[in-house]
């Protein structure tokens, strides 16, 4: 288990590098600890209830593209459900999506309707130790297994007519995004920014959906929306061809996505975090990050309860 924070990996040929420390690791400890197979050393770690049953159940918000979604003959597809399926390829079990609000992602999997929940949900603090608004423990918390690094970026109609560049340049404007997500925090966080500063009020509009919120964006309901960045530079690329959006300004806020699973899931947990790693050092992870156009957020290694 890994506790150290999760790494961006800025040139492909790190991951080449990590790989052969990784074989150059496995020989050190002679020919019995090269001959072992850490697939089969995975399968035999992951929990008896999951081997016997043979299914991960993946508690999965399908509605924000390119991370996760329905593609056409209304398949889940995007980044987490590749990922979480190729993962179940080396443990050997099949995949099963539970399409889930947001906002319920994290109750539903307390409550046992899935084993666990991938869906672009950032590490936080919050998360992992359920704190309420008031910042007191409200519930049992989850574990993070990172796998991805993703900044907030801010989404304009193309030509960005407001000339939005910060999120200090929100003060005085409507901003559309999904409630419940890091996005939610930093809009509020944004409002007391403004209001300290003597500058017009920030008005968030918080939808149940991130298509809701681009859908304020277009009409101009609201001047701008908040999104993950996967997320805002897909709907730039190819809402009406590329017409509609326009990403701007910088990242903020950069976190890592993870894996929620139950605090009492320990071994589903580490099973987990070694399973990416070996779909890291396999080359299987950066060929699907390649694929959906997010390989700035790859990352060296799984990391349990990294984020900030």
């Keep these: ?29 002679g020919g ?9 050393d995975l399968r035999g770690k992951l929990p008896k209830a999951l081997r016997s049953a043979g299914v991960l159940r993946v508690g999965m918000d399908l ?7 329905r593609g056409p003959d209304g398949t889940p597809t995007g980044l987490d459900p590749e990922l979480a399926a190729a ?17 319920k992602l994290v109750p539903n999997l307390q409550a046992k309707q899935y084993d666990m929940a991938m869906s672009a949900l950032s590490d936080t603090r919050k998360r992992r130790d359920a704190l309420d608004e008031n910042g007191k423990q409200a519930g049992p918390g989850v574990d993070f297994v990172d796998y ?12 960005n007519p407001k000339a939005i ?37 920030l ?42 959006f326009e990403v701007t300004g910088g990242q903020s806020t950069s976190n890592p996505y ?25 080359g299987e992870y950066d060929k699907i990050l390649a694929k959906w156009n997010v390989s700035a957020g790859a990352a060296q290694n799984a990391v349990v309860n990294g984020g900030i």
């Design 1 to 29: 288990m890994r506790h150290a924070r999760l790494a961006r990996r800025p040139i492909p040929a790190t991951a080449a590098l990590a790989t052969a420390g990784a074989l150059l690791l496995t020989g050190c400890g």
């Design 32 to 40: 019995q600890a090269a001959a072992e197979d850490p697939v089969k």
């Design 63 to 69: 509605n924000y593209a390119p991370v996760e979604f």
């Design 87 to 103: 993962l179940g390829r080396i443990l050997d079990v099949r995949v099963e999506f539970v399409d889930t609000p947001f906002d």
């Design 148 to 159: 991805f690094i993703a900044g907030t970026s801010i989404v304009v109609p193309k030509g």
């Design 165 to 201: 560049k910060s999120l200090d340049d929100l003060c005085g404007k409507t901003v559309a995004l999904q409630q419940g997500t890091t996005q939610d925090e930093v809009v509020t966080r944004q409002v007391s920014v403004c209001a300290r500063a003597g500058r017009p009020a």
């Design 203 to 244: 008005v968030p509009h918080k939808l149940d959906t991130d298509t809701k919120a681009l859908a304020e964006v277009a009409s101009g309901a609201a001047a701008a929306g908040l999104n993950d960045y996967p997320v805002a530079a897909y709907a730039a690329k190819t809402t009406d061809g590329g017409a509609r």
């Design 258 to 282: 993870g894996i929620a699973l139950r605090k009492d899931d320990g071994q589903l947990r580490d099973v987990l975090a070694k399973t990416i790693d070996q779909l890291i050092r396999s």
